[in-house]
């Protein structure tokens, strides 16, 4: 600052205009003016120095008239004139002049009141006290003001603020190690204090230089190490004034303590329009944020009451006006007490800490009371129902935090004041929740304490605590805590107060949440009817049940019900409340939903598209409810095939969402995981495999493993590993091979595998790491039938046949025998391969007893015939009655299978049927079969090559019996193959076109919703 100093007042050699030093009491004014002057002198660029204590019109007069007396050897009875005569001297003097020039000179005016002071006033008559301009005179006033016109004339205003942090540290460290304390000071050079414990000491004193200065002479003074200063500071048991040097012992030369600094402005701020609000106004702003306080709280209703009752002067219990508040405002802005800037949105007043501090510290325990009920009131008064401002809501929130942390207890009399509640709900309005998490328990340990455990406030800060464990993730903790907190307020409040049926709704929400769904229903229904009963139909309380008991009538499985509900919901609501209320929105945002499961997909998009546009227009495009909208936008923009709009939507809310939320927010995850979902779809399963397991990692950190947000995530990277792998190993099969029909004999192990099947194996074996067999055995043998599939490509068929052995045996725990069956098969087939017949017939027939099991009849159709291939195998490597078994698995297929609804699959069972019948030489079975599977094959369209294959067969069958081509053993409409005959099949109807192999790993459905699809839903595999 000496250096700015400095460059401001020498102005290249030309004519220097008035400086000014503005700021604060305690920041250094006058050492600075004093220094720069000292400077000047030393190095002879002035002959005369004239200090001035300007703090009264009537001192400077004074002042400039010695100075005549003293350099010019005049002396007036009248000052005035004597003071006329002196400022005529310091002015320039033409070149060529009959005189010589004066000396250079300089005028300070130190801790100027008023700057009207200096001012003409030709009614006086009074002249004006500035000194004038020239080449070879210098001015520079101090001054805690900062009005108008200071700035005028050509003067010029140099801001002097506080220390910036290392300025402040630099001179601790300084002054405390003793380098800067006076010679003849017997005392010993305080001990080497911590550089990090003198920093937290600069940030306790905000970097105000007095403060900086009379702390450190008060610990070299007293001996006091950092820490056990810093320790008195915080704990309030001592004034200011008793943690610094007594006046006689202040350093620097100076003369009044902190406290006293101010005193002066204070008064002086109450001298001017409007009169006598300055103090009290203070005294509100001491119990609020110093970093910002929004102008709102200062002016609004409950603000001006207090400024009324307390104003000082003549005229008390005068009405205070919005007007007025903003004017006392101003007076103290320009006395440098607090920052006044009504352009900054929320934080229009600032003020220093150690104000604040200095000014409560002159206030009765009863005034700081009423003031603190004065400013919760009006914290109250300026918050806005609906936070639409983000920014708003988190300088209310530091608001009632700061006020809470200096006069706490007179918000608990009789009752928990409404400022208490609103700023933990606010923090959860915000999308913060393990902040507000942490707010409401402290909340309800103060409520315990203050008011009792049996108080409304207390029961209702618990009730908010159980809500915050729900929407937190943890909905069995709030469905403990809500029992118990529906029990007692039923015992103090009664079974119908609304309080206790306020607590069943949320009771019931939870148990929902629990996946207690049914339960839940039930719950709902009978509060439901009590809120119609106690409150009637038009309640806020009645309205929401029913927007609940709608929402899990659709969670439950009754869209249609759910629909239905919703829009009736809806127009009451409208009616009641107006189209923009907010439950009216989630009404809406829900039914939106809803219609999207039902299938409008289309409709749904352009329900959120309207209430988006609604939301942002009411709320804001930050507020939670708006980015809400947003991400059910974007889901059903993928919904409804629009992936790269869902995926352009999701990228832009993931930016936003960190910005206002932060990276952490429990919501942002479930937008992450949308996206990683869309990536997927766009065919980037790598990248959707990154991003779930970074999501993992994250979670983890920051809920734990054991929370349900982790659990879920991890579902979800399973799944999309097992996407992955089966995506590596499917690129590295040329051909691919065709496992459910006749598998190559290879070695039992090759050589080293490929490198993607390499990665397969890392995919499944990372997700095999995230499942656990006891809980999800289904799962986990699905991932263990991929591995299983991996080897075998890899045609290591030892590993192969271990694992779809561990994957049988896990999915035999499982409730899935489809599922079942299609390891059992694969296992059969790499039996064979690795010619292990006794194993693979043995586990045929338990297969056998698995097949009836299976529900779909599709499904079981392709099962058996995957048997049959099996069996055919095995007759071939000669084992005993496996061409019959694979005849009448066949002969099964036939039955399950409409030929005239799918000819083509009822044609391929009759080929394979006729290839057994051909291997055993029985060839007139085997011909009727070829003769058939060629009829229907040329029903298919496009089937050429099949329609060949089927007449070869038939035509080397043929010429093994010696028949004439064309000729048929078959007469009328059909024949008898092995005892069977060929009529029109009677079989159920089947919905596609051909079989799944049954031996492959399960397909994927396609990525879940949004809350994430366990693997079981993606592999076909119930646990």
């Given at each position: 600052?000496?250096?700015?100093?400095?460059?401001?007042?020498?102005?290249?050699?030309t004519?220097?205009?008035?400086?000014?030093?503005?700021?604060?009491?305690?920041?250094?004014?006058?050492?600075?003016?004093?220094?720069?002057?000292?400077?000047?002198?030393?190095?002879?660029?002035?002959?005369?120095?004239?200090?001035?204590?300007?703090?009264?019109?009537e001192?400077v007069?004074?002042?400039?008239?010695?100075?005549?007396?003293?350099?010019?050897?005049?002396?007036?009875?009248?000052?005035?004139?004597?003071?006329?005569?002196?400022?005529?001297?310091l002015?320039?003097?033409?070149?060529?002049?009959?005189?010589?020039?004066?000396?250079?000179?300089?005028?300070v005016?130190?801790?100027?009141?008023?700057?009207v002071?200096?001012?003409?006033d030709p009614?006086?008559?009074r002249?004006?006290?500035?000194?004038?301009a020239?080449?070879?005179?210098?001015?520079?006033?101090?001054?805690?003001?900062?009005?108008?016109?200071?700035?005028?004339?050509?003067?010029?205003?140099i801001d002097?603020?506080l220390?910036?942090?290392e300025?402040?540290v630099?001179?601790?460290?300084?002054?405390?190690?003793?380098?800067?304390?006076?010679?003849?000071?017997?005392?010993?050079?305080?001990?080497?204090?911590?550089p990090?414990?003198?920093?937290?000491?600069?940030?306790?004193?905000?970097?105000?230089?007095?403060?900086?200065?009379?702390a450190?002479?008060?610990?070299?003074?007293?001996?006091?190490?950092?820490?056990?200063?810093?320790?008195?500071?915080?704990g309030?048991?001592?004034?200011?004034?008793?943690?610094?040097?007594?006046?006689?012992?202040?350093?620097?030369a100076?003369?009044?303590?902190?406290?006293?600094?101010?005193?002066?402005?204070?008064?002086r701020?109450?001298r001017?329009?409007?009169?006598?609000?300055?103090?009290?106004?203070?005294v509100?702003?001491?119990?609020?944020?110093?970093?910002g306080?929004?102008?709102?709280?200062?002016?609004?209703?409950?603000?001006?009451?207090?400024?009324?009752r307390?104003?000082?002067?003549?005229?008390?219990?005068?009405?205070?006006?919005?007007f007025?508040?903003?004017?006392?405002?101003?007076?103290?802005?320009?006395?440098?007490?607090?920052?006044?800037?009504?352009?900054?949105?929320?934080?229009?007043?600032?003020?220093?800490?150690?104000?604040?501090r200095?000014?409560?510290?002159?206030?009765?325990?009863d005034?700081?009371?009423?003031?603190?009920?004065?400013?919760?009131?009006?914290?109250?008064?300026?918050?806005?129902?609906?936070?639409?401002?983000?920014a708003?809501?988190?300088?209310?929130?530091?608001?009632?935090?700061?006020?809470?942390?200096?006069?706490?207890?007179?918000?608990?009399?009789?009752?928990?004041?409404d400022?208490?509640?609103?700023?933990?709900?606010?923090?959860?309005?915000?999308?913060?929740?393990?902040?507000?998490?942490?707010?409401?328990?402290?909340?309800?340990?103060?409520?315990?304490?203050?008011?009792?455990?049996?108080?409304?406030?207390?029961?209702?800060?618990?009730?908010?605590?159980?809500?915050?464990?729900?929407?937190?993730?943890?909905?069995?903790?709030a469905?403990?805590?809500?029992?118990?907190?529906?029990?007692?307020?039923?015992?103090?409040?009664?079974?119908?107060?609304?309080?206790t049926?306020?607590?069943?709704?949320?009771?019931?929400h939870s148990?929902?949440?629990?996946?207690?769904?049914?339960?839940?229903?039930?719950?709902?229904?009978?509060?439901?009817c009590?809120?119609?009963?106690?409150?009637?139909?038009?309640?806020?309380?009645?309205?929401?049940?029913?927007?609940?008991?709608?929402?899990?009538?659709?969670?439950?499985?009754?869209?249609?019900?759910?629909?239905?509900?919703?829009?009736?919901?809806i127009?009451?609501?409208?009616?009641?409340?107006?189209?923009?209320?907010?439950?009216?929105?989630?009404?809406?945002?829900?039914?939106?939903?809803?219609?999207?499961?039902a299938?409008?997909?289309?409709?749904?998009?352009?329900?959120?598209?309207?209430?988006?546009?609604?939301?942002?227009?009411v709320?804001?495009?930050?507020?939670?409810?708006?980015?809400?909208?947003?991400a059910?936008?974007?889901?059903?923009?993928?919904?409804?095939?629009?992936?790269?709009?869902?995926?352009?939507?999701?990228?832009?809310?993931?930016?936003?969402?960190?910005?206002?939320?932060?990276?952490?927010?429990?919501?942002?995850?479930?937008?992450?995981?949308?996206?990683?979902?869309?990536?997927?779809?766009?065919?980037?399963?790598?990248?959707?495999?990154?991003?779930?397991?970074q999501?993992?990692?994250?979670?983890?950190?920051?809920?734990?493993?054991?929370?349900?947000?982790?659990?879920?995530?991890?579902?979800?990277?399973?799944?999309?590993?097992?996407?992955?792998?089966r995506?590596?190993?499917?690129?590295?099969?040329?051909?691919?091979?065709?496992?459910?029909?006749?598998?190559?004999?290879?070695?039992?192990?090759?050589?080293?595998?490929?490198?993607?099947?390499?990665?397969?194996?890392?995919?499944?074996?990372?997700?095999?790491?995230?499942?656990?067999?006891?809980?999800?055995?289904?799962?986990?043998?699905?991932?263990?039938?991929?591995?299983?599939?991996?080897?075998?490509?890899?045609?290591?068929?030892?590993?192969?046949?271990?694992?779809?052995?561990?994957?049988?045996?896990?999915?035999?725990?499982?409730?899935?025998?489809?599922?079942?069956?299609?390891?059992?098969?694969?296992?059969?087939?790499?039996?064979?391969?690795?010619?292990?017949?006794?194993?693979?017939?043995?586990?045929?027939?338990?297969?056998?007893?698995?097949?009836?099991?299976?529900?779909?009849?599709?499904?079981?159709?392709?099962?058996?015939?995957?048997?049959?291939l099996?069996?055919?195998?095995?007759?071939?490597?000669?084992?005993?009655?496996?061409?019959?078994?694979?005849?009448?698995?066949?002969?099964?297929?036939?039955?399950?299978?409409?030929?005239d609804?799918?000819?083509?699959?009822?044609?391929?069972?009759l080929?394979?049927?006729?290839?057994?019948?051909?291997?055993?030489?029985?060839l007139?079975?085997?011909?009727?079969a070829?003769?058939?599977?060629?009829?229907?094959?040329?029903?298919?369209?496009?089937?050429?090559?099949?329609?060949?294959?089927?007449?070869?067969?038939?035509?080397?069958?043929s010429?093994?019996?010696?028949?004439?081509?064309?000729?048929t053993?078959?007469?009328?409409?059909?024949?008898?193959?092995?005892?069977?005959?060929?009529?029109?099949?009677?079989?159920?109807?089947?919905?596609?076109?051909?079989?799944?192999?049954a031996?492959?790993?399960?397909?994927s459905?396609?990525?879940?919703?949004?809350?994430?699809?366990?693997?079981?839903?993606?592999?076909?595999?119930?646990?």
């Amino acid at each position: 600052m000496g250096r700015r100093l400095a460059h401001e007042m020498a102005d290249g050699g030309t004519a220097v205009l008035g400086q000014v030093l503005s700021g604060t009491g305690g920041v250094g004014k006058t050492q600075l003016a004093a220094r720069y002057a000292r400077d000047l002198l030393r190095s002879g660029e002035v002959d005369l120095l004239l200090w001035v204590t300007a703090v009264k019109r009537e001192a400077v007069v004074a002042a400039y008239a010695q100075a005549a007396e003293d350099v010019l050897g005049i002396t007036l009875a009248d000052s005035e004139q004597a003071a006329a005569r002196f400022l005529a001297w310091l002015e320039p003097r033409p070149p060529g002049g009959d005189g010589e020039q004066g000396p250079g000179w300089m005028v300070v005016l130190d801790d100027l009141a008023d700057p009207v002071d200096l001012l003409a006033d030709p009614v006086t008559p009074r002249i004006a006290l500035w000194p004038p301009a020239g080449p070879h005179g210098r001015t520079l006033v101090t001054t805690r003001r900062r009005d108008a016109v200071l700035t005028g004339h050509g003067h010029r205003c140099i801001d002097v603020g506080l220390f910036d942090r290392e300025e402040s540290v630099a001179y601790l460290t300084q002054v405390l190690a003793g380098e800067r304390r006076d010679p003849g000071n017997g005392s010993d050079p305080a001990a080497a204090q911590s550089p990090d414990c003198i920093a937290l000491l600069a940030e306790d004193l905000g970097d105000l230089p007095l403060a900086l200065s009379q702390a450190a002479a008060y610990l070299l003074e007293t001996g006091l190490d950092c820490p056990r200063y810093r320790t008195l500071l915080a704990g309030r048991t001592r004034d200011l004034a008793r943690l610094v040097p007594e006046p006689g012992s202040l350093p620097d030369a100076q003369t009044v303590t902190l406290a006293a600094t101010w005193s002066l402005s204070v008064d002086r701020a109450d001298r001017m329009r409007p009169q006598g609000l300055a103090s009290p106004l203070l005294v509100l702003i001491a119990l609020l944020d110093p970093s910002g306080i929004p102008a709102a709280v200062l002016t609004g209703a409950a603000a001006r009451g207090y400024l009324a009752r307390h104003r000082a002067g003549e005229h008390p219990e005068e009405s205070v006006e919005p007007f007025d508040a903003v004017d006392a405002l101003r007076a103290l802005h320009r006395m440098h007490l607090v920052d006044y800037t009504p352009g900054v949105p929320h934080q229009a007043v600032r003020v220093h800490q150690l104000v604040q501090r200095s000014i409560r510290e002159t206030l009765t325990r009863d005034r700081i009371d009423e003031a603190a009920v004065a400013v919760a009131d009006a914290l109250v008064e300026a918050w806005p129902e609906v936070e639409k401002d983000a920014a708003l809501g988190r300088a209310l929130r530091a608001n009632a935090d700061a006020l809470r942390s200096v006069a706490d207890g007179p918000l608990w009399a009789e009752r928990a004041h409404d400022v208490v509640f609103r700023t933990a709900t606010s923090v959860a309005a915000a999308g913060h929740y393990t902040h507000a998490l942490e707010q409401f328990k402290t909340l309800v340990g103060q409520a315990v304490r203050r008011l009792g455990p049996d108080h409304r406030d207390t029961l209702r800060s618990r009730l908010n605590l159980a809500e915050m464990w729900a929407m937190s993730g943890h909905p069995l903790v709030a469905v403990g805590e809500l029992r118990e907190v529906v029990g007692d307020t039923e015992r103090v409040c009664g079974p119908d107060d609304p309080d206790t049926l306020r607590a069943r709704h949320s009771l019931a929400h939870s148990r929902a949440l629990a996946e207690d769904v049914p339960g839940a229903l039930v719950a709902f229904e009978q509060v439901l009817c009590d809120f119609q009963r106690e409150l009637g139909d038009e309640a806020p309380e009645t309205l929401s049940a029913r927007s609940f008991l709608a929402l899990w009538w659709g969670e439950a499985g009754d869209t249609a019900g759910a629909i239905a509900a919703l829009e009736q919901l809806i127009a009451d609501r409208e009616r009641l409340l107006g189209r923009d209320h907010s439950e009216l929105f989630w009404a809406r945002h829900n039914l939106a939903g809803y219609r999207g499961r039902a299938g409008d997909t289309d409709g749904a998009v352009t329900a959120y598209e309207e209430l988006l546009a609604d939301r942002e227009r009411v709320l804001g495009p930050d507020h939670t409810d708006t980015l809400a909208s947003r991400a059910e936008h974007a889901y059903w923009l993928r919904e409804s095939g629009r992936n790269t709009e869902a995926l352009m939507a999701l990228e832009r809310l993931v930016v936003d969402m960190e910005r206002v939320l932060g990276p952490g927010h429990i919501e942002l995850y479930g937008v992450l995981r949308s996206l990683a979902f869309s990536w997927e779809e766009a065919g980037d399963i790598a990248g959707s495999v990154l991003a779930h397991r970074q999501q993992l990692d994250e979670l983890r950190d920051t809920f734990g493993p054991d929370h349900a947000t982790t659990a879920e995530a991890a579902v979800t990277l399973t799944r999309a590993l097992i996407h992955r792998g089966r995506e590596l190993r499917d690129d590295s099969r040329t051909p691919p091979p065709d496992s459910e029909r006749r598998t190559a004999m290879p070695e039992e192990t090759s050589q080293s595998r490929p490198a993607r099947l390499e990665q397969a194996l890392a995919c499944f074996y990372e997700a095999r790491g995230l499942t656990d067999p006891e809980e999800s055995p289904g799962v986990y043998g699905i991932i263990l039938h991929d591995i299983a599939d991996t080897y075998r490509d890899a045609r290591d068929l030892k590993e192969a046949v271990e694992y779809f052995r561990q994957a049988v045996s896990y999915k035999q725990q499982a409730d899935n025998p489809s599922d079942l069956a299609t390891t059992m098969t694969a296992l059969a087939n790499t039996l064979v391969a690795m010619g292990e017949r006794t194993e693979a017939r043995d586990v045929l027939e338990r297969l056998t007893g698995e097949v009836p099991k299976i529900g779909d009849t599709e499904r079981r159709a392709a099962v058996l015939h995957n048997m049959a291939l099996t069996h055919e195998e095995l007759g071939r490597m000669g084992v005993e009655g496996a061409y019959a078994d694979a005849v009448a698995a066949c002969q099964a297929v036939l039955a399950l299978v409409d030929g005239d609804s799918d000819p083509g699959w009822y044609a391929s069972v009759l080929k394979d049927m006729g290839d057994v019948y051909d291997a055993q030489d029985m060839l007139p079975q085997a011909h009727a079969a070829y003769e058939e599977a060629v009829r229907y094959t040329r029903r298919i369209e496009g089937t050429s090559t099949s329609l060949i294959t089927v007449l070869i067969a038939l035509g080397r069958t043929s010429r093994r019996l010696g028949k004439q081509e064309g000729e048929t053993t078959m007469s009328g409409d059909g024949a008898a193959v092995n005892g069977a005959r060929f009529d029109h099949p009677r079989s159920q109807p089947r919905d596609a076109p051909s079989a799944t192999p049954a031996d492959a790993a399960p397909p994927s459905d396609g990525p879940p919703q949004d809350g994430g699809a366990a693997p079981e839903e993606a592999g076909g595999e119930e646990s």
